[in-house]
């Protein structure tokens, strides 16, 4: 359920999809198709943002002069830079997408906490709930707090931290693939034999 929830545009919080947009075409130049590859990797596959509605956008964008059409080496390729009135827009969408975050932090720990769970896996992972909650929390701390000098070292202790945490956590979760692969196969061959 959360999954089509997701997939579809019209469940995004409106302006998202702006505020995305004008996020990436801040940073480099980018095309339609770039764009929704983009978002399709940073949520995981979650969300795929139509083509119905990240098109109409960028000509929207570039009608009212907040983009301009790129000149591409590859034939039908359009991509979209911001213009000055553009870096405006998105100087006001940050103020923007940082209330829509404060917003929806608040669901962090639902996401994280029972929600998510069926019954019978929120009686095992019980005791999970809580260090994953700390995790998305410290994140949370370390965003909001903008006083925080954060070092390269800083900032590297906490990649080693996180890979090391998700390498073992992927780990795990092969495994338990592998085994409900394993059972999934015996009992088809035990209804068939």
Not at 29 to 50: D, Q, Y
Not at 68 to 79: L, Q, T
Not at 112 to 126: K, N, V, W
Not at 153 to 176: N, Q, W, Y
């Amino acid at each position: 359920m959360v999954e089509r929830w997701t997939k579809r545009a019209g469940s995004v919080p409106r302006g998202l999809l702006r505020f995305l947009v004008l996020n990436m075409l801040a940073k480099k130049p980018m095309s339609g198709v770039e764009i929704v590859e983009v978002i399709e990797k940073e949520t995981g596959g979650r969300w795929i943002p139509s083509s119905g509605s990240v098109y109409p956008l960028l000509a929207s964008l570039q009608d009212k002069g907040f983009t301009r059409e790129m000149p591409s080496g590859e034939a039908g390729i359009k991509r979209y830079a911001l213009t000055n009135k553009g870096k405006t827009l998105f100087e006001k969408h940050i103020t923007f997408g940082q209330k829509m975050l404060n917003k929806l932090e608040f669901l962090v720990p639902l996401l994280i906490g029972r929600f998510q769970l069926d019954p019978i896996d929120e009686t095992i992972l019980e005791n999970t709930r809580e260090p994953a909650q700390r995790v998305v929390k410290t994140f949370l701390d370390l965003r909001a707090e903008r006083n925080y000098l954060i070092t390269e070292e800083d900032s590297k202790k906490i990649e080693r931290i996180l890979t090391r945490c998700a390498d073992d956590l992927e780990k795990v979760v092969k495994g338990i693939r592998e085994k409900n692969h394993v059972k999934q196969k015996q009992q088809s061959q035990i209804s068939q034999g």
